[in-house]
């Protein structure tokens, strides 16, 4: 049998976040094998896991403790054929910079040189080049909005079967390009993302030019623009079959493409100031248009408590709306304090993002109280809202469903993401991105940057770039 060692440390934090991250969630990697595992001489040896409990810059202290912690686990685990390892690839903590890779290098260190690191990563993570050196199988996200978290697995996985086999011997090259966009204008749904990943795809099937060694994967990173730090940014990631010239040529060749595309990359989706976003859907021939509060959007750890959209709906009156959700735990307290259906005074939001106005003050009607997880569904006016105790993302109807709404009832439904997820893309006759503030600001020249890479694209229009003449 071989014996791989699996775990997961992944975060993508959020710099601009007003409050840092200062814990970790821990636990044990499944000891359920991939698919792609299941009959073959594959164990799998579950080590400790780690998430950032928070969406802002991480502690390093406590990052450097679930670091030595992930580690400890894998010690226990050797001797190891194989590591498999779910990152996102937007790590970032005080001290230690991109944890992420760091950690990779020292389990290069722990591990030694042969053998295999597999790595999966979001496409939008933002990768040193050094990543290159520490992994041997480095495979990404094709997809934004992203529907492909278990074929990428699966690829990755079956590579790594492949090398433990002695069929393959995988390398990687990544080449860091001097880009830095809002993921909502890099959709594989619209160009120029689409085709470029398609391209990607190409190779995997066809090669590179001038080299008989086949591509085993290839990922363009979009990046995470609201990390703050000097990888930020675009980048591509290429492993090849026994070749980092072909990885290294493959790398330049998608890089280049991207490069001369970067003044054709815009929003892949309908958007709009607040007031001319609801006056839009208000009058939509649509029965249901979805709003996306991008500003405030939690799956890019935004901390969710902004009320800017709530508030200008109340204050116009609007009908059949619904706001999902707000990140207030003492509000929620308020409500199950009151009891369902009582009415009462309540301040809502900005209890953590205080940089962009007040909280609501409004007189609210408690419609439904729900235990776990604990959230309000309240009326203020003719609009209802979903009150919860930490950052809530409703990308699913199930989402809505399992607090008593149907987001089809309503003329307007909001959600504090950037694009709209893939379950609600579904059921939604219309969406308009809302180009709110807050951290998650997709109008990221307003945002305070002091760490990012420079020259960059687009902040330094005039950046020079030539992928041939990154470091091999």
Not at 213 to 231: M, Q
Not at 342 to 371: D, F, M, N, S
Request: one cysteine or more; glycine letters at 10%.
């Amino acid at each position: 049998m071989k014996r791989v060692f699996t775990t997961a440390f992944a975060h993508e934090t959020n710099t601009f976040h007003p409050v840092k991250t200062a814990g970790f969630r821990f636990g044990e990697a499944s000891p359920r094998p991939l698919p792609v595992w299941e009959g073959t001489e594959i164990e799998v040896v579950p080590g400790v896991t780690a998430h950032p409990a928070g969406g802002g810059t991480v502690d390093g202290t406590a990052c450097r403790e679930a670091m030595d912690k992930v580690l400890a686990s894998l010690h226990a685990a050797m001797p190891v054929d194989a590591v498999f390892l779910r990152l996102h690839g937007a790590m970032y903590a005080e001290g230690i910079g991109p944890a992420e890779t760091v950690l990779v290098g020292e389990v290069r260190a722990l591990v030694g040189p042969e053998v295999p690191i597999a790595c999966t990563f979001d496409l939008h993570g933002n990768i040193p080049a050094r990543m290159g050196e520490f992994g041997d199988i480095l495979v990404g996200l094709k997809t934004a909005p992203h529907t492909d978290g278990a074929e990428t697995a699966e690829r990755a996985g079956r590579i790594l079967l492949d090398a433990l086999r002695g069929n393959v011997r995988p390398v990687s090259h990544v080449l860091p390009i001097p880009i830095i966009l809002p993921g909502e204008k890099a959709m594989t749904t619209a160009k120029p993302f689409g085709p470029l990943v398609e391209e990607a795809g190409r190779l995997e099937r066809e090669g590179i030019a001038g080299h008989t060694e086949r591509i085993l994967a290839a990922t363009l990173f979009v990046g995470c623009a609201w990390t703050d730090a000097p990888d930020t940014g675009m980048a591509v990631m290429v492993t090849a079959e026994g070749s980092r010239a072909a990885a290294r040529t493959a790398a330049i060749h998608l890089a280049r493409l991207l490069w001369d595309a970067r003044h054709d990359f815009a929003f892949g989706c309908e958007t709009a100031d607040l007031e001319e976003g609801v006056t839009r859907a208000l009058a939509a021939p649509e029965p249901t248009v979805f709003l996306t509060d991008s500003g405030d959007n939690v799956t890019a750890s935004a901390p969710g408590d902004l009320p800017i959209v709530l508030r200008h709906l109340v204050e116009r009156n609007v009908e059949r709306a619904v706001v999902a959700g707000i990140n207030d735990r003492a509000a929620v307290g308020k409500c199950f304090e009151a009891g369902e259906g009582r009415a009462l005074r309540l301040a809502i939001g900005a209890t953590i993002e205080k940089r962009h106005g007040p909280p609501l003050e409004a007189e609210a009607q408690v419609l439904r109280l729900l235990p776990k997880p604990r959230w309000a569904v309240v009326r203020i006016g003719g609009v209802e809202a979903v009150l919860a105790e930490g950052p809530t993302a409703f990308t699913d109807p199930s989402h809505f469903a399992s607090c008593g709404l149907d987001p089809l009832h309503y003329k307007l439904v909001v959600v504090k993401e950037g694009y709209l997820f893939p379950g609600l893309l579904s059921i939604a006759p219309r969406y308009i991105m809302l180009l709110t503030p807050g951290s998650g600001d997709m109008r990221i020249e307003r945002l305070p940057y002091v760490r990012r890479r420079r020259p960059a694209f687009p902040f330094e229009p005039d950046t020079p770039f030539d992928p041939a003449a990154s470091p091999v």
